[in-house]
C-alpha cells in the first residue's frame, strides 16, 4: 500500500523498475512522485474535505467511502482520506483500493508497515475510529501515580484509554502544561536502562538490565534515586506484558549521532553512527534497520543493512554487549530522495535508527560447508556480516565463495579488503563480475546467468551443506531465485534478501 520510493522509484533507465512479484509498481504520472506529494501536503490545500477538523469515524460511516474519489481507510485505529494520495502511490490506485472504506492495516503491515504514514498522511487524517471502550482481559489497569507521588507533590496524573480489535492507545493527562519531549528521558549507559519523567522537581527513575545468557533469564535491575518506599514499580505502558507477533509491534527509533563519513567508491559511503548512551543494541547479522529524516517537514524512512567497519577486523559483532558505533555502506544517488540527505549531514547531526528487522537467522550458517553469496551493487551490503560471521563461527565451513556483479571496476566496495581476505583466509573465494566494464577488464563479464551460476556453485563435496544468499536490485535476485532452483538447489537452500 503506502510506499516510498526506495524501491518504488528506481531510474527510470534503471532494470530495477522492471515490475516484481506481488509488489508491482506501476508507473506514476509526471508530478506524481513523492517529492511532488509532500509539496502537496504543505500547500496548505484541504485534503480531507473537512476543513481542518476531526471526526470519530463509525464503521458504517467507513464503510460509505470505498471509492476511488472518496476513499477512506482505516490503519491502526486513524481513518485517512487517500483519495487526494491514489495518484502519488507506488503501488498504484489498485492495491490503494483493496483496503477502501475497511481496516486496511494488516494489508499494510504485509507489505511496508515501516513506512511512517502518520507522518506521510497527517495531512489526510479524518479522525479516529469510534470504538466504544471494552475491558477486557489482561487490560491495562487505570493510572496509579497517586499513590506513588508525595502528597504536597503536583496533583497527580491520570490517563485514558481506548482501543480498537487490534490496538490500545494510552493518552495520559500530566495536568501539566509544560510538559514536554524533553520531560521524559530515557538513557542506557554500562549495561544499565533508565527511564526518568520528571514532573515538576519530582522524578520517577526506572533502572534496568543485566542478561544471564543461556539460562533464558534477564535480570533487571534497578537502582532508587532516592530511598523511598515504592508502594509500585510503575505503570504499564502499551503492549506492557503482553506477548504479540512482532509484525504487529511498531517500529521503535533512537536518534544517533553521525560520527564519521568515509568515501569507499565514487558513490558509495561508509557511514558510521553512535548510539545514544542510553540504548543497548545489536543489529543481528542479515538483518537491516530503517533510517528515518525529517525531509521538507516530512519523516521518511528508508532501509540499510548495518555492515562491520571492515571485512578484515575481527570479528565482535555477537559478543560483545556494549556495540556503540553502527556502520553502514550507503550508495548516494544524487537524485534519489533519501540519499543526498543524508549525504548532507555533518558529523555530530542526528539521524533516528530503527530497531533491527529481519528474516535472516544464523542458525542457518550451522554445521554449513559452503556458502555462496550473490551480491549486485550495495546488495553486498548483507553479505558482509554473513561472511564475517561464517568465518568465524562455522567450524565445519570449508568454502564460502562470493561472487559480486556491478558496473564497472570503480563501483565495486571494498575491492581490496576482499581480495586480501581471500590470500588470508584459503576458504574464502571471490569472482567478480562487470556488466560495463572498460576494454581492459580481463574478468568476468554480464549478467547473473545459468553458466556463471553452474560454474560457480560446485559444492565442494558432494552432499555437503549449502546455503546461498542473493542480495542486490529486486530483479536481479528474482532472475537469481529463478535459475537457482533450475539448477535444482531448494528453497531451504537459498535465502533471498528482499525488501
Ligand atoms: P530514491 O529516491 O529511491 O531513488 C533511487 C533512484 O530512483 C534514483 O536514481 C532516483 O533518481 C530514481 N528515482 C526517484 N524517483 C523517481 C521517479 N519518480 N521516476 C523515476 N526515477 C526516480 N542501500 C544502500 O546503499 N545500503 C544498504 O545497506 C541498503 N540496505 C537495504 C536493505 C533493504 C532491506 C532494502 C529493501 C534496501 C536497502 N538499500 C540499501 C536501498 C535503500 O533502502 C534505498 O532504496 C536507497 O538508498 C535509495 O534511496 P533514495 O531515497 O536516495 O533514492
Ligand atoms: P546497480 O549498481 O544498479 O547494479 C549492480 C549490478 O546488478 C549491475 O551489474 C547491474 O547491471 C546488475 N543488475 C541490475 N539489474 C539487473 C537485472 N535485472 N538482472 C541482472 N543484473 C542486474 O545496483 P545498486 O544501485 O547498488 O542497487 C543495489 C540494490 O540492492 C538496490 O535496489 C537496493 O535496494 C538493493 N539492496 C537490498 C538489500 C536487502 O537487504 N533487501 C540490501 C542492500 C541493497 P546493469 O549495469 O545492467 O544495471
Known sequence: MLNVPSQSFPASS?????????????????????????????????????????????????????????????????????????????????????????DGTDLFDQVHR??????????????????K?????????????????????????????????????????TKQKDIGLDSVIIDHQDDSFRAETIIKDYSYLVHIVRVVENVGKIEIILKKREKTSWKCLGHPLENDNSLVPKKDTGLYYRKCQLISKEEVTHDTKLFCVMLPPSTHLQVPTGQH???????????????????????????????????????????IYPTGLFTPELDHLQIGDFVSVSSPEGNFKVSKLQELEDLFLLAAGTGFTPMVKILNYALTYIPCLRKVKLMFFNKTEDDIIWRSQLEKLAFRDKRFDVEFVLSAPTSDWNGKQGHISPALLSDFLKASLDKSKV????????????????????????????HSFTA
Not at 114 to 131: P, T
Not at 299 to 314: A, D, F, H, Q
Request: net charge positive; with cysteine.
Open 114 to 131: 515501516w513506512v511512517n504514514y502518520e507522518s506521510m498522511l497527517k495531512e489526510c487524517l479524518v479522525g479516529r475510529m469510534a470504538v
Open 133 to 173: 471502550p471494552t475491558i477486557s482481559k489482561g487490560m491495562l489497569p487505570k493510572s496509579r501515580v497517586t499513590d506513588t507521588l508525595a502528597k504536597e507533590g503536583p496533583s497527580s496524573p491520570s490517563y485514558d484509554w481506548f482501543q480498537t480489535d487490534s490496538v490500545v492507545t494510552i493518552v495520559i493527562y
Open 289 to 331: 534497520v530503517y533510517l528515518k529524516l525529517t525531509i521538507t517537514g516530512t519523516e521518511i524512512v528508508k532501509p540499510y543493512t548495518p555492515v562491520s567497519n571492515s571485512l578484515l577486523s575481527e570479528f565482535k559483532e555477537p559478543v560483545l554487549p556494549n556495540n556503540k558505533y553502527i556502520y553502514f555502506l550507503i550508495k
Open 14 to 102: 534503471s532494470q530495477q523498475r522492471i515490475a516484481s512479484g506481488r509488489r508491482s509498481k506501476v508507473p506514476l504520472k509526471q508530478g506524481r512522485s513523492l517529492m511532488d506529494w509532500i509539496r502537496l501536503t504543505k500547500s496548505g490545500k484541504d485534503l480531507t474535505g473537512l476543513k481542518g477538523r476531526l471526526i470519530e469515524v463509525t464503521e458504517e460511516e467507513l464503510k460509505n467511502h470505498n471509492k476511488k474519489d472518496d476513499c477512506w481507510i482505516c490503519i491502526r485505529g486513524f481513518v485517512y482520506n487517500v483519495s487526494p494520495y491514489m495518484e502519488y502511490h507506488p503501488g498504484g490506485e489498485d492495491e490503494l483500493m483493496r483496503a477502501a472504506g475497511s
Open 467 to 494: 546455503l546461498i544468499c542473493i542480495c542486490g536490485p529486486t530483479p536481479f535476485t528474482e532472475e537469481g531465485i529463478r535459475l537457482l532452483h533450475d539448477l535444482n538447489f531448494s528453497k531451504d537452500e537459498i
